[in-house]
């Protein structure tokens, strides 16, 4: 009855005023430093943020009540060029081990002292169907329309 | 194959503006084609190529056809994680150079 739906890959690419090894080394180490205190899974507020510095290695969100809260697992460890992270959330914000959406962290020197970064986040037509997932999105795009407009008068600032 | 043909749908920025502005809520292509600095003929041919990919769907509504994202949600949850991604790497983009700005540099 439905149509079926191929989402596109979202797909970012951007240049970065910083070598590839300083790049890869704030996506990754420095991830609780940049990642949004905003964005997070369950009613805990979060504390910090880790990606683990290996293959296999766990990507979770760490939160005031103690728990940790798991978001995926890194695929690809290769610094300083790629990174690639399974994002095992469903539409509903929960984790699922069973669901595998990559997403893909290119980092390449050009000119002088600076990084191009192709970033992807694909295999999206995974997360199936979920009228409980549109609510869920539909709720949550006012907060996210929010913490944009602080980021732009940050940087306008 | 189907992907590919998604992703070209997506490459071209007033397509995908259409597909954003869709991603709010289902849309006449005359009311699309107002907030749009292009032609209503360009809007219906946008509206095709996201309609072969597979990435709208439309209905007729009287005398319009009416377009809207898929039904089922994936088009939605799409354009928040693309929204969310931006949030996010901006703000990766600006940890990475606050830090390189701590060495002397004239702002």
């Not at chain 1, 997360?127 to 795009?141: N, Y």
């Given at each position: 009855m439905n149509a079926t739906i191929q989402p596109a890959a979202i797909r970012k690419t951007f240049t970065l005023r910083a070598t590839p090894e300083r790049a890869f080394q704030v996506f990754t180490a420095g991830f609780g430093g940049w990642?949004?205190?905003?964005?997070?899974?369950?009613?805990s507020p979060l504390t910090g943020a880790v990606i683990e510095p290996r293959a296999g290695g766990r990507w979770y969100g760490e939160h005031e009540d103690g728990v940790e809260r798991l978001w995926g697992d890194v695929l690809t460890w290769d610094p300083p060029g790629r990174l690639v992270l399974a994002w095992r959330l469903n539409a509903e914000f929960a984790y699922d081990p069973a669901l595998l959406t990559e997403v893909d962290v290119r980092f390449t020197a050009v000119g002088d002292g600076e990084t191009r970064v192709d970033f992807e986040h694909r295999g999206?037509?995974?997360?199936?169907?979920s009228e409980a997932a549109v609510r869920t999105l539909g709720m949550m795009d006012g907060g996210w329309g929010l913490i944009l407009d602080s980021f732009t008068s940050a940087a306008n600032a | 194959m189907a992907n590919n043909l998604a992703f070209a749908a997506l490459a071209d920025p007033t397509r995908r503006e259409v597909f954003e502005r869709l991603a709010a809520g289902p849309s006449a292509v005359g009311d699309l084609a107002r907030?749009?600095?292009?032609?209503r003929p360009a809007v219906s041919q946008h509206l095709k190529v996201l309609k072969e990919a597979g990435l709208v769907t439309d209905r007729p509504d009287g005398a319009r056809r009416v377009y809207q994202i898929d039904p089922q949600g994936l088009g939605q949850i799409r354009a928040w994680l693309d929204r969310f991604w931006d949030t996010a790497l901006e703000a990766f983009k600006a940890e990475v150079e606050r830090n390189d700005d701590e060495e002397p540099k004239a702002p």
């Amino acid at each position: 009855m439905n149509a079926t739906i191929q989402p596109a890959a979202i797909r970012k690419t951007f240049t970065l005023r910083a070598t590839p090894e300083r790049a890869f080394q704030v996506f990754t180490a420095g991830f609780g430093g940049w990642w949004p205190r905003t964005h997070y899974v369950g009613d805990s507020p979060l504390t910090g943020a880790v990606i683990e510095p290996r293959a296999g290695g766990r990507w979770y969100g760490e939160h005031e009540d103690g728990v940790e809260r798991l978001w995926g697992d890194v695929l690809t460890w290769d610094p300083p060029g790629r990174l690639v992270l399974a994002w095992r959330l469903n539409a509903e914000f929960a984790y699922d081990p069973a669901l595998l959406t990559e997403v893909d962290v290119r980092f390449t020197a050009v000119g002088d002292g600076e990084t191009r970064v192709d970033f992807e986040h694909r295999g999206l037509e995974r997360f199936g169907d979920s009228e409980a997932a549109v609510r869920t999105l539909g709720m949550m795009d006012g907060g996210w329309g929010l913490i944009l407009d602080s980021f732009t008068s940050a940087a306008n600032a | 194959m189907a992907n590919n043909l998604a992703f070209a749908a997506l490459a071209d920025p007033t397509r995908r503006e259409v597909f954003e502005r869709l991603a709010a809520g289902p849309s006449a292509v005359g009311d699309l084609a107002r907030g749009l600095p292009v032609s209503r003929p360009a809007v219906s041919q946008h509206l095709k190529v996201l309609k072969e990919a597979g990435l709208v769907t439309d209905r007729p509504d009287g005398a319009r056809r009416v377009y809207q994202i898929d039904p089922q949600g994936l088009g939605q949850i799409r354009a928040w994680l693309d929204r969310f991604w931006d949030t996010a790497l901006e703000a990766f983009k600006a940890e990475v150079e606050r830090n390189d700005d701590e060495e002397p540099k004239a702002p």
